[in-house]
């Protein structure tokens, strides 16, 4: 609960038709309190934005390169050296 010196805070809404239609919804299908459901689905809405404002996860290849005696100008050669020999 929000609470300013333990006092909670008030406010109004003024709620599309749509959201008020799936927030009466979810009243009904789970039981809870319509400012329960309300609080729960604006914390996840919170939760989910500030998840989305962290930098993406961003993958840093790393330089291997080949083994000492192997070329990427010889393919076939250079598969048969890491698949082994194929049948010709």
């Not at 239609?21 to 604006?42: K, Q």
């Not at 930098?55 to 050669?77: M, N, T």
Request: hydrophobic fraction near 40%; aromatic fraction near 2%; include cysteine.
């Amino acid at each position: 609960m929000c609470t300013l010196h333990d006092v909670s805070t008030r406010t109004t809404l003024t709620l599309d038709d749509d959201v008020a239609s799936g927030l009466e919804r979810e009243v009904r299908r789970t039981g809870r309190p319509f400012r329960t459901v309300v609080n729960d689905v604006l914390r996840a809405g919170l939760e989910r934005e500030r998840l989305r404002a962290r930098a993406p996860f961003v993958v840093e290849p790393a330089e291997r390169g080949l083994r000492a005696g192997l070329s990427i100008d010889h393919v076939s050669g250079l598969l048969d050296a890491v698949e082994g020999p194929r049948a010709r």
